[in-house]
């Protein structure tokens, strides 16, 4: 492969050229380090918007936080940020997000890269209790349960499945003494976060559309599948 560029050879066309190099390279070498570390540049060369710098999360020391709020969530992933986004339309309410884990990463952005995302320090490695019924192919009958350790869930390690819980466990909830929990009670407000773009589940009833939250099926499909 040519690496030495051509003098006449115009400066964008060069770094295009350049980048094809390093993709062969890393590629032939088999370096997946380096192969995501070149996609992180082109995206940071190509693709600003998705860097969204002014946006990233701040460091702010702790003896700036507000020493009470009235709300206070729990994990930072996308159901979380339908809620914080709900709550804080009332600018008179203050809200704290918890999250374990910190930032995404830029190769978020590339759901096919997320395998070099999972079974890192962005993932919780949780696995299924083994069994002698499911995941009889895996180590120890155990599947991996792949859930993110970052800001934006398992939707941030491109892994994120929507589903909700069973009707029988909302109405557990209400008969144990919470009313507003069964599921007829909590069902609405399901619709009301969703954006469901399936055809053929959009007209369900127990579906929303016009919602933040959107739901898809994955837009890629392996042929062997
Ligand atoms: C926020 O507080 C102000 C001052 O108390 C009040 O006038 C306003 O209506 C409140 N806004 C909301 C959305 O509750
Ligand atoms: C729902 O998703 C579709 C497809 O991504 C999008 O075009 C539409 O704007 C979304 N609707 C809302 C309310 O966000």
């Known amino acids: 492969m040519n690496i030495v560029p051509d003098r006449n050879t115009p400066v964008p066309q060069l770094i295009v050229q350049w980048v094809y190099t390093g993709i062969g390279l890393t590629l032939s070498t ?9 996609f992180e ?13 002014v946006n990233r999360v701040r460091i702010v020391p702790t003896e700036e936080l507000p020493c009470q ?11 979380e940020a339908v809620l914080d986004n709900r709550l804080t339309e009332n600018t008179n309410w203050t809200i704290l997000l918890l999250e374990a ?6 190769i978020s952005a590339v759901p096919a890269l997320s395998y070099g995302l999972l079974n890192t320090g962005l993932d919780w490695q949780f696995k299924s209790e083994p069994s002698s019924t499911y995941c009889k192919g895996m180590v120890n009958n155990q599947c991996p349960m792949y859930t993110g350790k970052v800001l934006g869930g ?5 892994t994120l499945l929507y589903v909700r819980g069973n009707r029988r466990d909302y109405d557990n909830w209400r008969d144990a003494g919470n009313p507003g929990w069964g599921y007829d ?22 579906h929303g559309t016009s919602g933040p939250l959107t739901v898809e099926n994955p837009s890629y499909k392996h042929p062997i599948k």
Do not use: C, H, Q, W
């Open 41 to 53: 540049l082109l995206i940071l060369l190509l693709r600003p918007d998705i860097v969204d710098k």
């Open 30 to 38: 088999g370096a997946t380090v380096g192969f995501i570390a070149l």
């Open 69 to 79: 709020y009235d709300f206070v969530i729990i994990g930072g992933g996308s159901a």
């Open 185 to 206: 009670d909590v069902l609405p407000y399901f619709e009301k976060a969703e954006n469901m773009t399936i055809p053929g589940l959009r007209e369900s009833p127990y």
């Open 154 to 158: 398992t939707s941030s390690i491109n």
């Open 101 to 106: 884990g910190g930032d995404e990463p830029i």
